[in-house]
């Protein structure tokens, strides 16, 4: 982009690894939509993939001049590698993409008109459901947790650039893999004003990635609450906290179980009977649920 071009409107930013055929995919699915519409910047930071990721890019950059390739010189994981997609883009908002993930057809541009007439709002959000197209606005990371079924999902995350920027230590959660549940709430701090869109948002195929390599246990519950925990004395009400324990049981927890023993997924439950106990023994329903998980477990 040269000097004298306005900055992009939106910025969306994918972060990617070994993952050309469903990049390509989400480039295609991209640019089907925008053609050469200079209100949108493409960031791809690639994670030091070995496969054709960068013929790929390659392809795309002959015909268009708005995307942005950063390769990283060796895999990083997925928090800074996504950190480093936010840190490149320019646009007033940002939208981090899953290499996986396609919008439904003629929502980028629902999403760029909540942009245009929100622009108060640190955070936005696009809550996948099977409802008519609709937006709601709130003030504050709690009536913000209350009003979704999580925030780790990144491609639904938007996010205002010069409220991104004004986090003082963007590194402090990177270990834990899901910096951005981190970003959104310190974002919120600096500019409470949110709004989300619910609505069918998403194609049926988004996620088409295998389904796996990572450990629950840490995702949905240590690293999780550890975030949230570290909010809870100033920001974060208890009743807030104790409302998102239940979500993530029945929405994360107990389906990522089944799909293990239904053989539709990998991932890694090591550690899960501790990580519940940790932070669910204040719970009423914690001896329940807890027979409930290792009754399962066995199954496996």
């Known amino acids: ?39 949108f910047e493409i960031v791809i930071s690639d994670n030091a993939s070995t496969d054709n990721t960068y013929e790929i890019v390659q392809k795309y950059k002959e015909s268009h001049n708005n995307i942005v390739y950063y ?7 997925f928090s800074k590698n996504l950190k480093k997609a936010l840190d490149l883009a ?13 919008f439904n057809p003629g929502m980028i541009y629902e999403i760029i008109k909540m942009i245009r007439e929100n622009k108060d709002c640190s955070v936005m959000y696009t809550s996948w459901k099977n409802v008519p197209l609709n937006i709601t606005y ?12 999580g925030i780790n999902f990144i491609t639904s995350m938007i996010l205002k650039n010069v409220d991104y920027k ?13 910096n951005q549940v981190y970003v959104q709430l310190e974002m919120l701090k600096i500019n409470p004003k949110y709004c989300i869109m619910h609505g069918n948002i998403f ?10 390599g990572y450990n629950l246990s840490d995702a949905a519950i240590n690293n999780y609450f550890e975030i949230l925990e570290s909010y809870s004395k100033n920001d974060l009400f208890i009743e807030t906290l104790k409302y998102e324990k239940i979500k993530v049981l029945n929405s994360i927890i107990f389906p990522s179980i089944y799909k293990v023993i239904n053989k539709q997924s990998e991932i890694d439950l090591n550690g899960l009977v501790e990580a519940f106990i940790k932070y669910y023994s204040d719970e009423i329903y914690f001896e329940e649920k807890l027979n409930e ?4 477990l066995k199954l496996i």
């Open 138 to 149: 709130g003030v504050n990371m709690n009536n913000y947790l209350n009003e979704l079924n």
């Open 203 to 212: 194609r049926l195929d988004s996620g088409g990635a295998p389904y796996g």
């Open 166 to 178: 004004e986090i003082d230590d963007k590194d402090k959660f990177l270990d834990t893999e899901i």
């Open 293 to 296: 998980i290792k009754g399962l």
């Open 90 to 102: 320019t646009g007033e908002y940002i939208n981090p993409h899953g290499d996986d993930d396609f």
């Open 71 to 77: 390769k990283q010189t060796e895999n990083v994981g």
């Open 1 to 39: 982009m040269s000097k004298n071009e306005s900055k992009p409107l939106l910025t969306i930013g994918i972060p990617t690894y070994n993952r050309a055929a469903f990049l390509d995919k989400c480039l295609d699915s991209i640019y089907s939509e925008i053609n050469y519409d200079p209100n």
